[in-house]
């Protein structure tokens, strides 16, 4: 069974950083693209950034554009999302997401909760 586990998550104060880890039990060269995703309460769920696992070409939601970096370790089979400038409104449970096929977002993670204080 997939299982992607998130670490990292915590409270910080706004223009601060936190660095985000995601692990998962999907082997290597199954992965097509690893991401995040974040949900506000009351919010939908909005993408954050995601990688190719392949190659580590990134995309990123413009709001989150220069000051979040997302990146992977291929040798310990994780991705990571490093949130500088943290802002208010980037208060959400961050998710990690796995495309194993390229054909949409297959396996999500529980969730870890970031909190931005003003």
């Known amino acids: 069974q997939v299982q992607l586990v998130e670490s990292g998550g915590g409270l910080v104060q706004a223009g601060g950083s936190l660095r985000l880890s995601c692990a998962g039990s999907?082997?290597?060269?199954?992965?097509?693209?690893m991401g995040w995703f974040r949900q506000a309460p009351g919010k939908e769920r909005e993408f954050v950034a995601r990688?190719?696992?392949?190659?580590?070409?990134?995309y990123y939601a413009e709001s989150v554009k220069g000051r979040f970096t997302i990146s992977r370790d291929n040798a310990k089979n994780t991705v990571y999302l490093q949130m500088n400038s943290l802002k208010p409104e980037d208060t959400a449970v961050y998710l990690c997401?796995?495309?194993?096929?390229?054909?949409?977002?297959?396996?999500w993670g529980q969730g870890t909760q970031v909190t931005v204080s003003s």
């Open positions: 990688i190719r696992w392949s190659g580590g070409s990134t």
């Open positions: 999907i082997r290597t060269f199954s992965r097509y693209f």
């Open positions: 997401v796995a495309d194993v096929d390229g054909k949409g977002w297959d396996y």
